[in-house]
C-alpha cells in the first residue's frame, strides 16, 4: 500500500507539469470563419519623469517609423491611463498610455519585430519598459 502511494504521489508533479504546459500551449477552439492567430498587446507609458514627455506628435511620429513599418497589416491603438507602483517611494503611479494590439501575422520574425518596437521606444523615449502581453485568440476580419 506504501510503495503503490509513493508511487502515486511521485507521479503528481508529472501530471502536473504536463497539464499546465498543455494549457499554455492550446489554441482555443475557433469557430466558423475565425483562425487561430496570436495577437499582441503592447503598452506604452508616456510619462519621463513625472510629466508627460511622449506627445501626440512624437507618438504618431513613433507610430510611423517603427510599428507601421514592421506590421503594415495593421494594429489598433487605443488612449489608456496606465497603473504601477513606484519602485523607489512606493507610490501608486498613473500616467497616460497607449495600448497598441496587433494580430501578428504568423511570420518567423514576429517576436524579433516587437522586441524591436519595444528596443526603439525604450531607447528614444527613455523608458525603462514596454508591457508586453502575447495570447492566442480566435480572429476573423
Avoid at 519621463?48 to 510599428?67: H, K, P
Avoid at 523608458?127 to 476580419?141: D, H, N, T
Wanted: net charge positive.
Amino acid at each position: 500500500m506504501r510503495a503503490r502511494l509513493l508511487a502515486v504521489i511521485s507521479l503528481i508533479p508529472l501530471a502536473m507539469t504536463a497539464s499546465a504546459a498543455g494549457a499554455q500551449t492550446a489554441a482555443p477552439p475557433c469557430h466558423g470563419t475565425q483562425q487561430s492567430k496570436m495577437v499582441a498587446e503592447l503598452l506604452f507609458g508616456r510619462n519621463i519623469g513625472r510629466r508627460v514627455g511622449v506627445n501626440e506628435t512624437a507618438w504618431a511620429l513613433f507610430v510611423a517609423r517603427e510599428l507601421t513599418p514592421r506590421f503594415p497589416d495593421g494594429l489598433t491603438i487605443t488612449d489608456a491611463i496606465g497603473q504601477r507602483r513606484d519602485r523607489d517611494t512606493g507610490a501608486t503611479v498613473q500616467e497616460p498610455s497607449k495600448h497598441v494590439e496587433i494580430v501578428l501575422p504568423g511570420h518567423a520574425d514576429d517576436e524579433a519585430r516587437l522586441d524591436a518596437v519595444v528596443a526603439a521606444y525604450k531607447r528614444e523615449f527613455r523608458q525603462q519598459s514596454v508591457g508586453v502581453i502575447v495570447r492566442a485568440a480566435c480572429v476573423s476580419f
